[in-house]
C-alpha cells in the first residue's frame, strides 16, 4: 500500500475514526495493528526484519538497564547497536561494501529509519535519559508508528513513548479542529509532493538523462529546479506524516523548517531533516567528543557525522562526497570565520541588514544547489559530465521553449513555477511567524472551505498520482 | 447538539469534495469510449446483431449501411487491437444491455495464444504494452462498474494496479487536465470527434501501393488450442445458452500468414462442427468480393470502398441465413433511420468536398451519387490505372478502356436517380464522339466530345456548357456532383498538379 493511493487514503480514514472510537486502553494495540498491516502489506518479509529489530532492541534496552557496571552496560549497549548497524549493512550496504560481490535479498523500505530510531532508543537507556519500555506493545509502536515509518521523522523516543501511555491516550478526543488541521497539513504534503516534487521530476530526470543535450543556463535551472524538487519531496512527506500523527492526537517532531531561507550551512542543518540531523549530532557527534575536544577534533568530528549523513542517503560515493561536501562546508566556513568578520566589518556590512541577509541565503543556497548535484548523479563520472555543460551556457535555451520540451508541456510547467512561487511564499511567512494554514483556518467558513475545496481539486487534478503518470516512490523510501 | 452540529458539517464538506471530484472526473475523462458506446447506450433494446473483432471489424463493417440497406439494427462492437479475449467480455458487457439475435464474430489473431493485455507474449515492449492497455480504455470505460466489467478487468489485466485505472479510471485521466478542449465540455452528439456510425469507424484512406503478399493454402490447423479459441469456444457456449445465433467471419486482407491459413481452417473446422455460418474472405484464390487496389487503407484493414461492399454482402448473408427482421418501416425504429440520414448527408457533403480524385470516385459509388464525370483528351486521369479501376467499377463495362486506346476523351453520366422505377443507370462514351441525344437526370442531355474539346448542355441550352472549357480548359478531370432533380451541387476539377497513382503511362 503506497501512501499516495486511494487505498491508503481509505485506511487512514478507517483508521482516524476507529482509533478515536475505541476505548483508551486498545488504542495502542490498534495502532500497533494498523502499523503492522500497512508495512506488511507491502512485502511480509519486510514485517519480519522490523519484529526482530523490535524485539532485539526492546530486550537490549531492559537488558542495559539491569547491568551492573557501567562497562558491563556499555558492552551491551555496543553489541546491540553493532547488531543493528550489521542488519544495516547487510540489507542496504552489502552490495556497496563488498563491491557487488554479495546482494542481501531483500531491503526492507524504511529501514534507515525505525533502526536508527531503536539505536537511539538504546542509547538514550544506556545515558540514563529514559527508563526502558517494559511494555512491548507500546515499545513496537513506537519503532512501527505507520505515519514515520517509512520517512520518518526519525523519532525520539523520550517523545513518543510517553504519547503512548494510557493516560495520554484517555485524554485523546475527537477534536475536529485538531483533526482538520491535521487534514490540512496533510493537504499541504500532499500538494508539494504530489504536484512539485514528483512534476519537477519529470523534468530533472529528462535533462540529467542525457545531459549533453543541454547547455550550462538550462542546466543550472534545473539544478535549481532539483534542489526544490528534493525539498519539496522530503518536506512533502514529512507534512503528510506530522499530519497524519496530528489526526490521531500524537505530535511528531517538524522535520523540515524553511531550509533554502538558511543563512548558512550550519543554519541550513538546523533546518533541513533536523530528525536526522539533530539524531547524529546526538549519537555520534556528542559521544564522540564533540567540541570539547579541541577544535582538530571537532572539525574530524563534523566530517566524521558528515560523512555518515551522506552514506546513510545512499549506498554510493556519490553520497558520501554529498556528505563529505557538507562536512568541507562547516570546516572550511568555522576556519574562515575570523576572515569573514573582518571583511564585514571593512565592507561595513550590517549583519541585521534584509540586503546582506538576501546575499547569505543565496550563497547559502548555491553551496547546498552544488552538493545536490553529487546528490543526484549516478556517479562521479555524471557529474564531472554535468559540470562540464557549464562550460556552453546555449543561454537562448531559456527563452527559446526548451523547457517546455522536457517532458512537461506549457501548463504543467506554468503549474510547476506557480506552486514554487507559492512554497516561497508559505516559507517566506512562516520565516516572519505567519502561519498560513492558521490564518486560513480562522477564517469565516464561507471562506474557508472552498480553499479547501478547490485545494482538493488542484491536488487531486494536477497531482503526478496514479497508473498514467508513473507516480514516483517517495525519494525517501531509498534510505 | 454542537457534536452534531460538527458531524453533519464534516459529513457536508466531504460530500461537496466527492461531487466536486466526480464532476471532474466526468470532464477529464477520455472521451473515445463513450463516443464509441454513446448509440449503444440509447439503442441496445432494438439491436438485433452484434458485430465483435478487432479493428478489421471496426473498420469493416458499417450498421448504418447494414440498416439503410436492409433494415437490420446492429452495433459495431470491433475494437482496435481486439483479441478474441476482450470479444468475449465486451460480448458479456454488452448482454447486460441488449440480448441480440445473432452475433458476428472475427475471427483475427484467433492465434494468438495469451491472455492479458498487459502481458501479451512477454516479449512485446513496453510501449506496445501500454498501447495494448490504452486501447483496451476504449472497450471498456463505458461499462458502469459492477460484477461483469470486474470479472472482465480481473480476467484481462494481470498487474493489480493497472486494474485499478479500469475500475476507477479517474486515476489515469485526472492527468488530462491540460489537455482539455471543447469536446470534453460537450454531450456526446455534439462532439466533433465522435465520428463513429454506431460504432464503426470508416477509414478513408486509400492503400495505394499493395503489396499482396498471402500465405500457401494449405490444410493444416492451429496445433493447439490457444487462448484466443478458447475464448472463441466460451462465445459460441453463451450464445448458445442464450438462443444467440452466430455468424464466424475473416475480414480480406493483402497480406497473410501461415498462422492466418491455419486459424482459419480451425475456425472453419469448429463452424463446420457446429453448423454455423462461416464468411471466409481471407483465402485470395477464392475472395472476389474486395479489390485490394482500391478497398483497403493498409495491409489488412478495410477502407470505406471495402467496407461498402463487405457489409453489404454480410447483410445479405445475414438476412437469408439468420431471417432477421427488416426495421425500415417500424415507426419505433425511427432512430435509426435518423443515423441513416445523418451519415448520408456527411457522407454527400464529404464528397462535395473531397479534393482526392480516387476518394470521390470511391465516394459516388459508396453512396450511389449521380455524378457527372468527364476526362479530357490525353488526360492524365485517362492513363492512370487506378482510376480506370475505379471507373470499371462504377460502371462494369469496358468503355474507359476504349477511351484510353482512343486517347480520351471520356465522359460518364451516372444517373442514380432511380428515375422511372429503375437503378442506376450509366451513359458512357470514350473517345471522340457526338451521340444522339439522351434522357438523364439532367434532362435531355447534348453531348459532344473532342480531343481538345467537351461539352454537355441540358434541354437544348447550348449556350451554358455544363463542363468549365475556359478557366478550367486544362483540368485533368472535371466531376460535377447532382443533386436528386439533377441540379449541380458541386464542381471539382483536377488539374495538372494532381498526382495520379500510375504515371508511367506518360
Not at chain 1, 166 to 174: A, D, G, Q, S
Not at chain 1, 220 to 235: E, G, H, N, Q
Not at chain 2, 34 to 49: G, R, T
Request: glycine share 8%; charged share 20%.
Amino acid at each position: 500500500m503506497e501512501i499516495v493511493s486511494i487505498e491508503f487514503l481509505i485506511f487512514f480514514a478507517i483508521v482516524v475514526v476507529v482509533f478515536h472510537i475505541l476505548p483508551a486502553r486498545a488504542r495502542c494495540g490498534f495502532l500497533l495493528l494498523a502499523g503492522y498491516l500497512f508495512y506488511g502489506s507491502r512485502d511480509l518479509r519486510y514485517l519480519a526484519v522490523l519484529a526482530v529489530a523490535t524485539l532485539v532492541s526492546w530486550a537490549g534496552a531492559l537488558l542495559i538497564d539491569r547491568g551492573k557496571t557501567r562497562s558491563g552496560r556499555r558492552s551491551v549497549c555496543i553489541a546491540l547497536w553493532a547488531f543493528h548497524l550489521v542488519l544495516l549493512g547487510y540489507f542496504k550496504y552489502a552490495g556497496f561494501l563488498t563491491g557487488g560481490r554479495i546482494e542481501s535479498l531483500l531491503l526492507p523500505v524504511g529501514i534507515s529509519f525505525y533502526l536508527f530510531m531503536a539505536c537511539g532508543y538504546l542509547m538514550d537507556v544506556y545515558y540514563g535519559r529514559i527508563s526502558p519500555e517494559k511494555n512491548i506493545v507500546r515499545y513496537a509502536l513506537f519503532v512501527s508508528f505507520f505515519p514515520t515509518i517509512l520517512s520518518g521523522p526519525i523519532e525520539r523516543a523520550g517523545n513518543m513513548l510517553p504519547q503512548f501511555s494510557l493516560t495520554f491516550l484517555e485524554r485523546v478526543r475527537f477534536d475536529t479542529d485538531r483533526i482538520r488541521d491535521g487534514f490540512v497539513r496533510m493537504l499541504w504534503g500532499f500538494f508539494m509532493k504530489l504536484v512539485l516534487a514528483d512534476r519537477i521530476a519529470i523534468l530533472t530526470d529528462t535533462v540529467y538523462a542525457s545531459p549533453e543535450q543541454y547547455g550550462g543556463a538550462l542546466m543550472a535551472i534545473v539544478t535549481v529546479l532539483y534542489s526544490f524538487r528534493i525539498y519539496c519531496d522530503f518536506a512533502g512527506y514529512s507534512h503528510i506524516a506530522v499530519g497524519m500523527a496530528q489526526c490521531l492526537g500524537i505530535r511528531v517532531m517538524e522535520n523540515f523548517k524553511n531550509p533554502y531561507l538558511a543563512e548558512s550551512i550550519p543554519d541550513f542543518w538546523r533546518r533541513w531533516h533536523i530528525s536526522l540531523s539533530s539524531w547524529f549530532r546526538d549519537y555520534v557527534y556528542i559521544p564522540l567528543g564533540g567540541n570539547r575536544k579541541g577544535i582538530v577534533r571537532k572539525y574530524v568530528n563534523i566530517m566524521v557525522v558528515f560523512l555518515l549523513s551522506g552514506l546513510w542517503h545512499g549506498a554510493g560515493w556519490t553520497f558520501i562526497v554529498w556528505g563529505g561536501l557538507h562536512g568541507l562546508y562547516q570546516v572550511v566556513g568555522a576556519l574562515l570565520s575570523g576572515v569573514r568578520k573582518k571583511a564585514a566589518a571593512f565592507f561595513g556590512a550590517d549583519q541585521s541588514r534584509v540586503s546582506v541577509r538576501i546575499v547569505k541565503i543565496l550563497f547559502t543556497f548555491g553551496l547546498v544547489n552544488l552538493a545536490w548535484i553529487f546528490f543526484q548523479a549516478p556517479d562521479l563520472a555524471s557529474v564531472a559530465q554535468i559540470c562540464s555543460r557549464f562550460v556552453h551556457p546555449k543561454v537562448w535555451e531559456l527563452f527559446d521553449g526548451t523547457i517546455c520540451t522536457l517532458g512537461l508541456d506549457r501548463a504543467n510547467v506554468a503549474v510547476m513555477f506557480g506552486g514554487l512561487a507559492l512554497v516561497g511564499i508559505v516559507d517566506l511567512l512562516d520565516e516572519r511567524g505567519i502561519r498560513l494554514s492558521e490564518k486560513i483556518a480562522s477564517m469565516r467558513l464561507w471562506i474557508r472551505w472552498p480553499v479547501y475545496l478547490a485545494a482538493i481539486l488542484f491536488i487531486v487534478l494536477c497531482g503526478m498520482w496514479g497508473t498514467g503518470y508513473d507516480s514516483t516512490s517517495f525519494i525517501y523510501y531509498r534510505f | 447538539m454542537k457534536k452534531l452540529y460538527k458531524a453533519l458539517k464534516i459529513v457536508v464538506f466531504w460530500i461537496l469534495a466527492v461531487l466536486l471530484v466526480c464532476g471532474a472526473a466526468h470532464f477529464v475523462e477520455r472521451k473515445d469510449s463513450l463516443n464509441k458506446y454513446h448509440d449503444f447506450m440509447e439503442l441496445s433494446d432494438q439491436i438485433d446483431v452484434l458485430f465483435l473483432g478487432s479493428s478489421h471489424t471496426l473498420n469493416g463493417i458499417n450498421p448504418v449501411q447494414l440498416y439503410s440497406e436492409y433494415g437490420i439494427t446492429s452495433y459495431n462492437m470491433g475494437k482496435s487491437g481486439g483479441m478474441l479475449t476482450e470479444s468475449y467480455w465486451t460480448l458479456m458487457n454488452a448482454l447486460d444491455y441488449c440480448t441480440p439475435d445473432c452475433v458476428v464474430v472475427d475471427l483475427w489473431a484467433l492465434d494468438r495464444d495469451y491472455q492479458y493485455v498487459d502481458v501479451m507474449n512477454g516479449t512485446e515492449a513496453e510501449d506496445a504494452i501500454r498501447n495494448s492497455v490504452s486501447l483496451l480504455h476504449t472497450n471498456m470505460d463505458v461499462w458502469p462498474l459492477g460484477r461483469t466489467k470486474i470479472a472482465a478487468v480481473n480476467d484481462l489485466i494481470q498487474d493489480r494496479e493497472i486494474r485499478k485505472e479500469f475500475l476507477w479510471d479517474f486515476t489515469l485521466y485526472h492527468g488530462r487536465w491540460s489537455s482539455l478542449s471543447q469536446d470534453d465540455f460537450q454531450e456526446a452528439e455534439e462532439r466533433e470527434s465522435n465520428g463513429y456510425l454506431l460504432g464503426a469507424e470508416p477509414r478513408r484512406e486509400l492503400f495505394r501501393y499493395p503489396n499482396i503478399s498471402q500465405a500457401d493454402d494449405t490444410a493444416q490447423t492451429l496445433p493447439g488450442e490457444t487462448v484466443s479459441l478458447t475464448y472463441l469456444k466460451k462465445i459460441l457456449s453463451v450464445c448458445d445458452e442464450r438462443g444467440i445465433r452466430v455468424v464466424l467471419t475473416f475480414l480480406p486482407m493483402t497480406s497473410s500468414w501461415d498462422t492466418d491459413r491455419q486459424a482459419v481452417n480451425t475456425g472453419a473446422e469448429l463452424a463446420e462442427e457446429r453448423g454455423i455460418p462461416f464468411l471466409n474472405f481471407l483465402p485470395h484464390e477464392t475472395q472476389t468480393l474486395v479489390d485490394y487496389y482500391t478497398d483497403m487503407s493498409d495491409e489488412t484493414h478495410l477502407n470505406v470502398n471495402g467496407m461498402r461492399k463487405v457489409t453489404s454482402y454480410i447483410g445479405g448473408v445475414l438476412r437469408d441465413t439468420c431471417m432477421l427482421p427488416d426495421h425500415r418501416q417500424d415507426a419505433d425504429y425511427g432512430a435509426w433511420q435518423e443515423r441513416v440520414e445523418s451519415w448520408q448527408s456527411d457522407e454527400i457533403e464529404r464528397l462535395c468536398d473531397d479534393a482526392d480524385l480516387y476518394a470521390q470516385l470511391g465516394a459516388i459509388q459508396n453512396i450511389n451519387a449521380s455524378a457527372v464525370i468527364f476526362f479530357k483528351g490525353d488526360s492524365k486521369a485517362l492513363h492512370d490505372s487506378l482510376t480506370r479501376r475505379f471507373i470499371r467499377q462504377m460502371t462494369g463495362s469496358d468503355v474507359i478502356e476504349e477511351a484510353l486506346a482512343a486517347n480520351g476523351p471520356y465522359l460518364l453520366v451516372r444517373d442514380a436517380s432511380g428515375r422511372n422505377g429503375g437503378g442506376t443507370v450509366n451513359y458512357e462514351f470514350g473517345g471522340e464522339a457526338q451521340p444522339e441525344d439522351f434522357d438523364t437526370l439532367l434532362g435531355r442531355t447534348t453531348y459532344i466530345g473532342l480531343h481538345d474539346f467537351g461539352a454537355v448542355y441540358v434541354n437544348g441550352d447550348y449556350e451554358n456548357n455544363l463542363l468549365d472549357m475556359e478557366e478550367h480548359y486544362n483540368a485533368e478531370a472535371q466531376i460535377l456532383i447532382l443533386g436528386q432533380q439533377g441540379e449541380v451541387i458541386s464542381s471539382i476539377y483536377y488539374d495538372a498538379g494532381w498526382k495520379a497513382e500510375d504515371e508511367s503511362g506518360f
